[in-house]
């Protein structure tokens, strides 16, 4: 069997691979509607919210675009905060719908500076949202969202939109304690269930807004994914075999304690990043303060080729590893290490990485 260490999907513990394969039940049942609040509390637990938590099907882009067309009519001044890919999507969601998108964008592998976040807001009242992705997959870098959050809430009072869908669950976000309007995730991710399933919570003031909102919804109504919560159901067929998924892997999180999944995240992470330099690897996030803690992305410098060496690692030792995006790609590889995994894990990958390298070309 493959090792799939992608950033998302990510494999799965054996308890969740049997869950999901149970049979299917009523959505409009009682046992799905007393599991469904189930796990919508479990979620709120590790989102740190006491506001609304919906959970929707569809992946993580669904969420994105949820986020924008509730909360948006079209016209409005948002500012984007692009670090990467992600950011890029989320601020194309909301000028495909009719935004006015003025975009502040940062060099591949860096965070997005908080004092420029600062002077945009400074330089246009009229801004009404800002949205900023917390830990940008592309590049491997998490931003300092408590900083971004502390001046786009305190210092102006605007609504944040937050992408969180590879940091919710694996990178501490306290959402109600930084304030986050709308923070999004996606199942695939730390989760440890399959994609398909998109989760975001919402304040009181993004619900002022989004009743205001005029940009055009029908299947990402998240007034309709409310009214429909109370009675533990959902507006459209869920995914019902990911939310029994979710109904233990939320278990397993917790009974593992938030501090000491993040912990956890957190020693992968730089067992990742030390395992890279000592094989003589670059890593492209110079500033360790601003690595991510769910995947990690190696440059292809001294004559590595990083498309034929994860061809090598899948081909040779079943190991997948994922590739550049955007214009990234070709240039790096990134090892996703989120979800269902721990230091061995990240220890079996450098060992055979080490025997890869030289036939994708590495000179020391
Ligand atoms: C930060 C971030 N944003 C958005 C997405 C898009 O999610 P999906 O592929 O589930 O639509 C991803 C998934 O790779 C992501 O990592």
Known sequence: ????????????????????????????????RQLFKDVTEKLKTVFQTKNDLLVLTGSGTGGLEAAV???????????????????????????????????????????ADVDSIRKALQADAAIKAVLVTHNETSTAVTNDLKSIAAVVKKEFGKLLLVDGISSIGSINLPVDEWQIDVAISGSQKGWMVPPGMTMLAISQEAWQANAKAKMPRFYWDLAKAKASLEKGETPWTPAVSIVFGFGISLDM??????????????????????????????????????????????????????????????????????????????????????????????DDIMAHLKLALPQAGLVK
């Open 253 to 346: 999180l917790l009974k593992e304690g938030l501090p000491n999944v993040f912990a956890r995240h957190a020693r992968v992470a730089k067992a990742a990043r030390d395992g890279a330099r000592t094989l003589g690897l670059s890593l492209l996030v110079a500033d360790e303060k601003y690595a991510s803690n769910t995947v990690t992305a190696i440059m292809g410098t001294n004559g590595l080729d990083p498309k034929k060496l994860n061809q090598i690692m899948r081909e040779q030792y079943k190991i997948v590893l994922a590739g550049g995006q955007g214009a990234l790609e070709g240039k790096i590889f990134r090892i996703g290490h989120l979800g269902f995994v721990d230091v061995p894990d990240i």
């Open 1 to 32: 069997m493959e090792q799939l260490r992608v950033p998302g999907p990510t494999p799965l513990p054996k308890e969740v691979l049997q869950a999901i394969s149970k049979q299917m039940i009523n959505h409009r049942g009682p046992e799905f």
């Open 69 to 111: 067309v509730n909360m948006l009519s079209p016209g409005d001044k948002v500012l984007s905060v692009s670090i990467g890919v992600f950011g890029d999507r989320f601020a194309n969601i909301a000028k495909t719908f009719g935004a006015e998108v003025i975009k502040l964008s940062f060099e591949q592998g860096k965070p």
